[in-house]
């Protein structure tokens, strides 16, 4: 959620200073600048995609609360968690695309 939440607000952002024509006041690389947010965007994701993965990968295994054994996640959070996953993933595909975009603007 943190991930999600922090892209979104930066995106805002860069779309405000685009949109109000900021960029032309400020004296700064704005292709390096797409650059470095799409590629910190994609290690979030990625990071967000892979940890989203590894708890969903849990669901078989089983603990013991008191003297009977449980699954670790019920069937909805496993739901939860798989659509978690996989629309982890596709933000993820979606900013590599955007990051390999932003370096082709960025290095002719």
Do not use: K
């Not at 089983?62 to 933000?91: G, K, M």
């Amino acid at each position: 959620m943190f991930v999600s939440v922090t892209a979104f607000f930066f995106s805002l952002l860069f779309l405000g200073l685009f949109l109000s024509g900021m960029v032309t006041q400020i004296d700064a690389n704005w292709n390096f600048l797409d650059f470095a947010y799409h590629f910190t965007v994609f290690v979030f994701y990625f990071g967000a995609f892979l940890l989203e993965a590894a708890a969903t990968s849990l669901h078989d295994l089983h603990c013991n609360v008191t003297l009977t054994v449980q699954p670790l996640l019920s069937d909805n959070q496993y739901n939860i968690n798989v659509a978690a996953t996989i629309f982890a993933f596709v933000t993820t595909v979606c900013y590599g695309c955007s990051l390999g975009l932003a370096l082709r603007r960025w290095r002719p």
